[in-house]
């Protein structure tokens, strides 16, 4: 029985430990300096903790370069109508976001515009 107790306390420690180090929006983003950027959905992940959405960007040499967008949890996006279909790979998208602190190819999402018009606002 003592043994269960303790592994049990252990577990719930890691658990604990774990959910404190979710980082914080100002931690990853500059929320002052916003980027617009055009491209095609090469993948997506719809899951926790973040749905993400990686856009493929021709630049103006004519190499491409993939950008991470981040948007809120699965369960807070289908709250906001959101679902693993609104945005499929292939599409041709404009996204605006808050770029990322340390350089990478990195955006919070601010709006995006799906390739019928349609602009999902997540700023909200």
């Known amino acids: 029985m003592t043994a269960s107790r303790l592994l049990c306390t252990a577990c719930v420690c890691f ?3 774990v959910a404190e180090a ?3 929006f100002a931690a990853e983003f500059l929320g002052d300096q916003t980027r ?3 491209g ?3 993948e997506i992940w719809f899951k926790n903790p973040h749905v993400r ?3 493929t960007v021709v630049t103006d040499d004519g190499s491409t370069e993939t950008w991470d967008v981040r948007t809120s949890s699965p369960t807070i996006l ?3 109508g959101w679902n693993r279909q ?3 790979e292939g599409d041709k998208v404009t996204v605006e976001g808050y770029l990322g602190r340390d350089g990478r190819k990195l955006l919070s999402l601010i709006k995006i515009e799906l390739p019928d018009g349609t602009v999902l606002d997540h700023s909200y």
């Open 86 to 88: 609104t945005i499929a």
């Open 53 to 55: 959405y990686y856009v």
């Open 22 to 24: 979710h980082h914080s």
């Open 78 to 80: 289908v709250r906001r």
């Open 15 to 17: 658990l604990a430990t």
């Open 40 to 42: 095609t959905v090469s």
């Open 36 to 38: 617009t950027i055009e």
